[in-house]
């Protein structure tokens, strides 16, 4: 079996649901609303080892699935489209693929905004003035308004890797020292 036919079937599902329920904000002119709930939902899912658990278990009845993802959409003040989708989304068993839903849901609100999507990983969190001078730098070069998803990670020893679409851009010393480590077997 391929390695990428799962994620390629989540992607797809999610895809789905994300421009159904995209197109239903979009005509009810929910689509701020609805971009606030997509956050909280994101949000939710990154500190909660339960949640991220209840949407990936076999085990957890398809009722209680949709008891939870209603509780949590009221608690989260979703949107009444994005709460149907995930509650249509648990009746269906699909509920593994809510982190792709949130993904493509946030790829339709920035293209619809004209906005693109820059996930940046850095060795230390980004200061309020580095991230204002690499959205201004990006937004230059690219000619639409950037948004950054920033993350951390220390085993990149130092430097940036940014990621806009299909292009990558890794200035890391990890990268530099692989690129040299490479060179130098080479060599000898």
Do not use: C, W
Not at 17 to 45: C, H, M, N
Request: aromatic fraction near 2%.
């Amino acid at each position: 079996m391929d390695v990428s036919e799962p994620a390629s079937i989540s992607s797809g599902i999610a895809e789905r649901y994300a421009t159904a329920i995209f197109e239903i904000a979009q005509e009810s002119k929910r689509l701020p609303k609805l971009e606030a709930g997509v956050d909280s939902l994101a949000e939710a899912l990154d500190v909660s080892d339960d949640l991220r658990a209840m949407i990936a278990s076999p085990i957890i009845s398809r009722a209680e699935q949709a008891s939870a993802m209603s509780a949590i959409s009221d608690h989260l003040k979703l949107t009444p489209e994005l709460s149907r989708g995930l509650g249509l989304m648990a009746q269906k068993r699909r509920l593994f693929a809510v982190p792709q839903l949130i993904a493509q849901l946030r790829a339709l609100i920035a293209d619809n905004k004209g906005e693109v999507r820059a996930d940046v990983t850095s060795a230390k969190a980004l200061t309020k003035t580095q991230s204002d001078k690499l959205i201004k730098t990006l937004k230059a070069n690219i000619g639409k308004d950037v948004k950054i998803n920033a993350t951390v990670d220390e085993s990149i020893i130092g430097g940036l890797i940014v990621k806009v679409g299909s292009k990558m851009i890794d200035t890391s010393i990890r990268s530099k020292l692989a690129s040299l480590q490479n060179s130098m077997k080479e060599v000898g």
